[in-house]
């Protein structure tokens, strides 16, 4: 008998023990509550969109009269429109202004050879001045700028670099092709 009191005391402890089913770590959530989709904004047109481009171009022109000829030497300064990458484009030029005004008056147009040599570089704004550093700086010299604001805004009004010359805005250079 008691053979058998001690086996079903161990069936029992056993199944007490060992029997148990074991709980899961996964909690029960409620289904979350399903909203009605929103509808999307309206797509805008690209005529309606205001694309206002973030570079900036300042020009500065010097025109020399030697003989009969007008030599025209243009700097002109862009930046912003990648990061800190910056260039100056110097374009110099030279043409008869009686021949220019007379083709012009017949209905021709006067073409003049143009050398354009472009210096790319980086630019830096601190303190109201813009600091123009060349890529190639065996070549060009580091330029710095002053920068003048208009009244009452914070919009750049014109460039002036260490010789006092001052760079007005311009328009930037067009991508071209050449065929």
């Known amino acids: 008998m008691r ?3 001690i086996l079903t005391l161990m069936i029992v402890a056993h ?20 909203e009605n989709p929103t509808r999307p904004r309206e797509a805008k047109r690209i005529e309606d969109l205001d694309l206002v481009s ?6 500065y022109n010097v025109e020399e009269k030697k003989d009969s ?13 990648a990061g800190d990458n910056a260039r100056m484009v110097i374009t110099s030029y030279s043409y008869d202004p009686i021949k220019k005004e007379a083709a012009a008056k017949s ?6 050879e143009r050398k354009m040599q472009f210096v790319h570089g980086s630019y830096k704004i601190q303190n109201d001045m813009l600091v123009f550093t060349p890529e190639k700086k ?4 580091i330029r710095k700028f002053r920068l003048l604001y208009t009244s009452r805004t914070k919009e750049i ?9 001052k760079f007005v805005p311009g328009d930037c250079l067009e991508p ?3 065929m």
């Open 54 to 59: 973030s570079e900036r171009c300042f020009v």
């Open 157 to 165: 009004d014109c460039l002036i670099d260490e010789e006092n010359n």
């Open 107 to 112: 209905g021709y147009v006067l073409l003049e």
């Open 69 to 81: 000829l007008l030599f025209v030497n243009e700097n002109l300064l862009e930046y912003g429109w």
């Open 15 to 34: 199944i007490l023990c060992f029997g148990q089913k074991k709980k899961s770590g996964r909690t029960n959530l409620p289904f979350p509550k399903i």
């Open 138 to 141: 065996d070549k060009f010299k």
């Open 3 to 5: 053979k058998i009191i």
């Open 176 to 178: 071209m092709v050449s």
